[in-house]
């Protein structure tokens, strides 16, 4: 594990509630049931992995939270409010919200910087604040080179950093990111990783991270979860949960290491 990327794990977080609270949550679509009264809670301040299988729910999970799907069953809490008939919009908004969705996420007809301005002028009045945050996002995502491509040209691993760059236009406090690591190489992988740790640092907010590069993934979480059919079957700090027999036989399998 990259010792450099997490140097301290939190283990016991100060704020007693949680900042995302699903209580007894139920996916259904149609008649398929996705998730099944699920309990699932993640602190203010934490980075928090959500692993899991494929078609297991996590993205699902996700838009829950965001309020793009319904639960058939069950609440979300989010600081200690209940949400779930709160619209999307409203939603994120109030409780700073931003989500990295898993496919997608920005507008194919429009350049980097047009991405990323149209994001910055629901969320920045002032105009010349507005074009210093875009620069200093682009410089943050060395997306330098490519600020005036429409997103459609982009490489896979380029999009995935404009995606998260426009995730970052607002002041955020629940970071939801579905599959950041995807298509970026190594180096650009340890950079997301850096980001993320020091936006918990420093700016103190709450991160979830589902993704299937699992190592990338658990050297910069404090704690992380395994769902399987429809349920968390374990939970714990990286080390623990590779150690875990549930989470190896429903995710890991034998002999992963981190
Ligand atoms: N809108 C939808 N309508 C019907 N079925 C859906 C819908 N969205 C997801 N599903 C189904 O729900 C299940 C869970 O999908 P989901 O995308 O949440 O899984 P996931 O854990 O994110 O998987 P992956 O690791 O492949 O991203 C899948 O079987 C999928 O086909
Ligand atoms: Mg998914």
Redesign the pocket.
Known sequence: MNILIKKFRIKSFKEEKPIIDLKDLSIH??N?Q?VEGLNLSIQKSEICGLL??????????YHCIIGLVKPSYGKIFINGIDVTDIPTHKRCSKFGISWVP?YGGSWADLTVFENLLAIAELHIKNKEQRVTKINNLIRKFELQNVIKLKSKYLSGGQVRKLTLAMAMVKDTKILILD?PFAALDPQSVRMIQQIIVSLQMFERISVSI?D?SSRDLLSCVDNAMV?SEGKIVAKGTPQELVNNTKAIQAYFGEGFKI
């Open positions: 679509y149609g398929r996705i899991g299988p494929n078609g297991a729910g996590k993205s699902s999970i898993q599959e589902s299937h769902l």
